[in-house]
């Protein structure tokens, strides 16, 4: 875990095992992702997989050591039983600050669940994502993947196995920016999310929470629950007075985060 201009940077670095989780590095990665999620100097995330893959999803040895009967090889938690994937992603949605996946190489599975739980996602050109289990016999990835893609591309990739390819991971908003070089990801992703985190990330926190709890709901439901979270800026949020002033003021506003 490295930090820049209140980014924090977690990236996943078992690249022989191509990013895969195992139970050790699930509990790490819930961990470090807890703490920065919670950490008032943190004002962005940048989540990432060194060795040019971002996660395969479970590392396969460790479900191998779990089919010969080693229950706690698998990355899940001892006392629930919940896999630590989905823990980090419930951790990354409700993070109150903005989140960034840099998306190199492979993003499958649990991988791409991960990526997709992030507010934004920087891939290159040979960033591929996507979803192999039902080539293992089992079913996933209609949770966040679906509510990127939506039912009818999410079904085709499941049911295919296939890897969606940079381009078409790009036009259909898997990817919401492609740098040209595969070496340059990390280096954009990280430029994005300074650029997050000198705003106002404390309203940023409020939208992405209106976000979960809107989602499902009517729309008159979500129309009330939006006036809701504006009172909330103006009770809440220190920058809400501060971005108004700045706009009569004709100036650039000076954003603390609070």
Same mark, same amino acid.
Not at 39 to 63: P, Q, Y
Not at 120 to 129: A, C, N, Q, Y
Not at 180 to 187: G, L, M, S, W
Not at 201 to 226: M, N, S, V, W, Y
């Given at each position: 875990?490295?930090?820049?201009?209140?980014?924090?940077?977690?990236?996943?670095?078992?690249?022989?095992?191509?990013?895969?989780?195992?139970?050790?590095?699930?509990?790490?990665?819930?961990?470090?992702?807890?703490?920065?999620?919670?950490?008032?100097?943190?004002?962005?995330?940048?989540?990432?997989?060194?060795?040019?893959?971002?996660?395969?999803?479970?590392?396969?040895?460790?479900?191998?050591?779990?089919?010969?009967?080693?229950?706690?090889?698998?990355?899940?938690?001892?006392?629930?039983?919940?896999?630590? *994937?989905?823990?980090?992603?419930?951790?990354?949605?409700?993070?109150? =600050?903005?989140?960034?996946?840099?998306?190199? /190489?492979?993003?499958?599975?649990?991988?791409?669940?991960?990526?997709?739980?992030?507010?934004?996602?920087? /891939?290159?050109? /040979?960033?591929?994502?996507?979803?192999?289990?039902?080539?293992?016999?089992?079913?996933?990835?209609?949770?966040?993947?679906?509510?990127?893609?939506?039912?009818?591309?999410?079904?085709?990739? *499941?049911?295919?196995?296939?890897?969606?390819?940079?381009?078409?991971?790009?036009?259909?908003?898997?990817?919401?920016?492609?740098?040209?070089?595969?070496?340059?990801?990390?280096?954009?992703?990280?430029?994005?999310?300074?650029?997050?985190?000198? /705003?106002?990330?404390?309203?940023?926190?409020?939208? =992405?929470?209106?976000?979960?709890?809107?989602?499902?709901?009517?729309?008159?439901?979500?129309?009330?629950?939006?006036?809701?979270?504006?009172?909330?800026?103006?009770?809440?949020?220190?920058?809400?007075?501060?971005?108004?002033?700045?706009?009569?003021?004709?100036?650039?506003?000076?954003?603390?985060?609070?």
């Amino acid at each position: 875990m490295t930090s820049r201009d209140g980014v924090t940077t977690i990236g996943l670095d078992r690249p022989e095992h191509a990013n895969g989780l195992d139970y050790a590095s699930g509990r790490a990665l819930l961990d470090e992702v807890t703490r920065a999620a919670r950490d008032d100097e943190v004002r962005a995330i940048v989540l990432t997989g060194h060795g040019g893959v971002f996660c395969t999803g479970d590392d396969l040895g460790a479900l191998e050591r779990y089919l010969g009967g080693e229950a706690s090889a698998v990355p899940a938690s001892r006392d629930t039983g919940d896999p630590f *994937y989905i823990r980090v992603c419930e951790a990354l949605l409700s993070a109150p =600050k903005p989140v960034v996946a840099a998306v190199s /190489g492979v993003a499958m599975g649990p991988g791409v669940e991960l990526a997709c739980a992030a507010d934004l996602r920087v /891939g290159g050109p /040979g960033t591929r994502m996507g979803c192999g289990l039902v080539r293992a016999g089992h079913s996933g990835v209609a949770a966040l993947l679906q509510r990127v893609l939506g039912p009818s591309r999410t079904t085709e990739l *499941y049911l295919t196995g296939r890897l969606m390819p940079a381009e078409e991971a790009l036009r259909a908003g898997l990817l919401h920016r492609l740098t040209d070089r595969d070496e340059a990801i990390i280096e954009e992703a990280t430029e994005l999310a300074v650029s997050l985190a000198a /705003g106002p990330t404390r309203a940023i926190g409020l939208f =992405k929470e209106l976000r979960e709890r809107i989602d499902g709901h009517p729309a008159r439901c979500g129309l009330r629950l939006q006036g809701q979270f504006h009172q909330r800026s103006w009770d809440e949020v220190d920058d809400s007075t501060e971005g108004i002033r700045a706009i009569l003021e004709h100036r650039r506003p000076r954003f603390t985060g609070r």
